[in-house]
């Protein structure tokens, strides 16, 4: 009977046992990752350029609310004033995109404003025969 040894196994070309190979070594710890991931950086970079896409096209998004309001004030004032309906009814007269867009009047002056919040709002006034009369800017 033939005992096996099963703990040091011998080479058989040699009959010596071999030794056990020595431990790799452990890998470096991993850094835990942040709150953010990584992510930090990247949503820095994209609120920097948000920003600054914002104030390159300021100018036009005022433009156009400025051009929005007015055209709402002077349509509101005459839907209201010349054809005498409610004011409510005179915003279905907007075109589409114009939702931004808010109707006030004034019935003690019959003027109609029209506004973009934060950014615009025009007024215009019923004349009689003229009609409905932007007023100046202050």
């Known amino acids: 009977m033939t005992w096996v040894n099963n703990i040091n196994p011998t ?3 040699t009959g010596e046992t071999s030794s056990p190979a020595p431990p790799s070594p452990a890998p470096p710890p ?12 990247w949503a820095i ?3 920097v350029l948000l920003a ?24 509101g004032c005459s839907c209201r004033y010349v054809q005498g309906r409610s004011l409510e009814s005179c915003q279905s007269d907007f075109e589409p995109g114009m939702e931004m867009v808010s109707l006030s009047e004034d019935p003690a002056t019959k003027t109609v404003t029209g506004s973009v919040p934060l950014l615009a709002s025009r007024s215009a006034r019923y ?4 009609g409905c009369l932007m007023r100046p800017e202050n």
């Open 11 to 13: 080479d058989p070309s």
């Open 30 to 41: 991993r850094k835990k990752p942040g709150r953010w991931g990584g992510c930090l950086p």
């Open 45 to 47: 970079a994209a609120a």
């Open 52 to 75: 600054v896409f914002a104030i390159w096209k300021f100018p036009s998004f005022k433009a156009q609310a400025e051009l929005g309001s007015a055209y709402a004030a002077r349509v």
């Open 127 to 130: 004349a009689g025969a003229s």
